[in-house]
């Protein structure tokens, strides 16, 4: 039930970003509580929220400021170092430049009109009339389980999407996160390149058959030939693999069955680079080992005379 659950899921997701092909527009939230069968797809961005005061929870085509710095604290002034006053005078003149500081950098947010595109991330405020602000249509509080979050509706970048995946405890949540981070590729793989083929090693059968042929017609050429039909043979081993991954007892049931009934098929794409790699990852392995092997060239002799 889970496995329809989020593979439809998954499928949802990479097709509203109609035909966009950037594994960043989907995003991946992890909410502890409840059970696998309450996660969902949220249209937008969801952010962790703190427990602010006096912010609006609801606001409507809103110009954003990315910063990666502190409001009351210039990351270019000061790194890496601490303050130690010890009078009280001190202490409050201290707090007294961090406040005008933070009102200063609040004017030159409100007095920033810059166009109104993708944002860009702000590392100092001295160059802020430089910087785009983002645009957003919507931002609003969700309550997801016991976490708050800022929802992003209508980003300026286009279709946003966010999985929202519930689960009884971290470890699942993290399982379940790997295994749709992996299907989210093969997926956007698979948009781009939209043929398939049959899994269940059916593939790989057919391609040792074709293989094996190819290594008949060139008997005549005996190290090509056994060359070929190792790895018609090492084809041949993958669903043997396939199935002990599977924990499937392969040898003793040795039933037949059509992949295209069993709905057992894989990425063209996905297969392809599989069977590229693994060549050239053999090719590299006999390199080496042709290397090792080889005998060393015999020393000349110096004749010269001295």
Do not use: W
């Amino acid at each position: 039930e889970n496995k329809d659950r989020f593979s439809k899921l998954c499928v949802d997701a990479v097709l509203k970003l109609h035909n966009k092909n950037d594994l960043q527009d989907i995003q991946i939230i992890k909410c502890l509580g409840n059970n696998l069968n309450d996660s969902h797809i949220e249209h937008g961005f969801l952010l962790k929220k703190r427990n602010d005061i006096n912010i609006s929870k609801r606001i409507e085509n809103a110009h954003i400021l990315i910063a990666n710095i502190l409001m009351n604290i210039d990351k270019k002034s000061v790194s890496d170092s601490s303050v130690s006053v010890n009078p009280i005078p001190e202490e409050t003149k201290l707090e007294s430049v961090e406040k005008k500081l933070m009102k200063d950098n609040v004017e030159k947010i409100l007095q920033h009109n810059s166009q109104i595109l993708d944002g860009n991330i702000l590392s100092t405020f001295d160059t802020l009339n430089k910087v785009r602000l983002g645009k957003c249509n919507l931002i609003e509080d969700v309550i997801i389980g016991e976490d708050k979050f800022m929802k992003f509706s209508g980003v300026a970048q286009g279709e946003v999407y966010t999985i929202v995946l519930r689960g009884a405890t971290q470890e699942i949540l993290d399982k379940v996160e790997r295994s749709i981070h992996n299907t989210l590729h093969v997926l956007f793989q698979t948009v781009k390149e939209p043929r398939i083929c049959y899994g269940g090693g059916a593939s790989e059968m057919l391609m040792a058959t074709a293989v094996s042929q190819l290594a008949e017609k060139t008997l005549e050429k005996k190290e090509e030939s056994l060359a070929i039909e190792s790895f018609a043979r090492a084809l041949r081993q993958l669903p043997k693999i396939i199935a002990d991954n599977a924990n499937y007892d392969n040898i003793e049931k040795n039933i037949i069955a059509d992949m295209d009934q069993l709905g057992l098929l894989e990425s063209f794409h996905l297969k392809r680079q599989v069977i590229i790699r693994a060549g050239e990852a053999a090719k590299m392995v006999l390199h080496i080992n042709n290397i090792i092997r080889a005998p060393s060239s015999p020393r000349q002799r110096d004749r010269r005379h001295h």
